[in-house]
């Protein structure tokens, strides 16, 4: 049994020796301090975007509930451009009124049927139960 202890002191020092080492390597705490610094930057970085995200989040939510949506003036100069061409095109048209007419109405009827076959073909009519 005694020379259990003896030999268990002996492994005893040796591990206190290389832990003594390693806690006294420059270039270890050298890396574990790099390594430190990257992941408290990373974290920096996260709650960054995170904070960014949710001040977006925010004032989007203040602009739409006080009335002012990003997207209404640009959707309605491009409709009031539609507008406009269309009827430039009616006005310069080499065509007569009411040919220019028909040939208008005969595009708007084909847009309606490749609109309502998209719908139809993708389910959508059936998901709003309207078959």
């Known amino acids: 049994m005694r020379g259990f202890r003896d030999n268990s002191a002996k492994n005893w020092a040796r591990f206190a020796l290389k832990a ?3 806690l006294t390597d420059s270039k ?3 890396s574990i301090g790099e390594q430190l610094r990257e992941r408290a930057s990373d974290a920096s ?4 975007d995170r904070y960014e995200d949710a001040a977006d989040r925010i004032s989007d939510a203040r602009d ?12 309605v100069n491009f409709l009031g451009g539609v507008g406009i061409g269309v009827a430039l095109g009616m ?4 065509v007569s ?13 084909d847009i309606k049927d490749k609109v309502s076959d998209m719908t139809g ?4 009519r ?4 309207t078959d």
């Open 97 to 109: 009124g009411e040919e220019a007419r028909s040939a208008l109405r005969d595009k708007v009827v």
């Open 126 to 129: 059936s998901a709003t139960g």
């Open 20 to 22: 003594g080492l390693l």
């Open 64 to 75: 739409a509930l006080q009335g002012r949506n990003a997207w209404v003036t640009p959707t």
């Open 45 to 48: 970085d996260a709650a960054r």
């Open 28 to 30: 270890l705490w050298a």
């Open 121 to 124: 073909s993708s389910g959508l």
């Open 91 to 94: 006005l310069f048209a080499p």
